[in-house]
């Protein structure tokens, strides 16, 4: 067999780094998930630009592409403000937030906004971190010896949130409450710091590189794991000076019209009612109740 030249093995690495998928150690990261609730991984370059587009792009969006590409009963599209808040406080989440979902790809078709440049890059960003999700998720029920996948890309989505200067509000410890999600797993990457987890209960600052964000776990994986994966509480720290932060947020969460079984005890679990008043708590419309599938 021929060797490769060096040139060819650069290329292949580059290649490598592009794709991005295969660089992220899972092993590694499901570990993590389940014995401390967070991991930092890296990400592929073009989801990192991806990621830069939109926090570029989302000033540029009319006010009126905003009020026509909003369908809060679906947890798509533009959202109120005001509309989520921190089920153990109802403090509002002081951001604007913009919601994809993956499932209602084609119906996005039939509007104007779908051709704009912010929604390609987000659905370009949700093509990239729902495979990484996904082999996460598999990695974890490997673990587990579970060899049956759980699919997840069709009820998850991508949020897109914008924390303007304009609705810090002084008196609050947070821009947003503590609280944990209530899905499996929740990625997280933002323009600056900000974000706080707490892992054993206390309180640690998130610092990311460019080339990284960060995983952490939420109560569905809890319960489907029998408790043996913890939860984790995270909240987003009210910067002393005004400041803009804006966020991309990846929430996992499984295909709700399938039973599951519980990965250690084998117990019956009705993660569809657990998603939907979890995801109520929070202000938001239930992920099934509303919808005809
Ligand atoms: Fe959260």
Redesign the pocket.
């Known amino acids: 067999m021929k060797s490769l030249t060096a040139a060819q093995i650069d290329a292949t690495l580059e290649h490598t780094r592009q794709i991005g998928v295969s660089n992220i150690d899972y092993d590694r990261c499901s570990q993590e998930l389940i014995d401390h609730g967070y991991s930092i991984v890296t990400i592929p370059v073009h989801l990192q630009k991806d990621f830069w587009k939109t926090v570029e792009l989302y000033p540029t969006i009319p006010k009126a592409c905003k009020a026509e590409f909003s369908f809060p009963d679906l947890t798509d599209g533009f959202m109120p403000f005001g509309m989520e808040y921190a089920n153990s406080t109802n403090n509002v989440d002081l951001c604007e937030r913009y919601c994809y979902r993956d499932k209602y790809r084609s119906e996005h078709r039939q509007h104007a906004f779908a051709d704009h440049q912010f929604y390609r890059h987000i659905v370009d960003f949700e093509g990239g971190i729902s495979a990484i999700a996904e082999r996460v998720l598999e990695n974890i029920l490997r673990k587990f010896a579970v060899s049956e996948p759980i699919e997840t890309r069709p009820s998850s989505y991508l949020q897109f949130c914008s924390y303007n200067k304009e609705y810090r509000k002084a008196d609050r410890e947070y821009l ?1 409450d503590r ?1 944990e ?1 209530g899905h499996l797993i ?1 990625f997280v990457k933002a323009t600056r710091d900000g974000l706080v987890i707490f892992p054993n209960g206390e309180r640690q600052r998130v610092t990311l590189a460019d080339d990284e964000i960060i995983v952490f776990t939420g109560s569905l994986l809890t319960e489907l794991s029998d408790g043996r994966i913890p939860y984790m509480d ?1 909240a987003v720290l009210n910067p002393a000076v005004q400041v803009e932060r804006s966020s991309l947020v990846y929430f996992v969460i499984p295909e709700l019209k399938r039973k599951y079984t519980s990965l250690v005890e084998r117990r019956q679990l009705d993660l569809e009612r657990i998603a939907n008043e979890n995801h109520e708590s929070f202000g938001n419309v239930p992920f099934t109740a509303a919808v005809a599938e």
Do not use: K
């Open positions: 947003q609280h999600d929740t995270h």
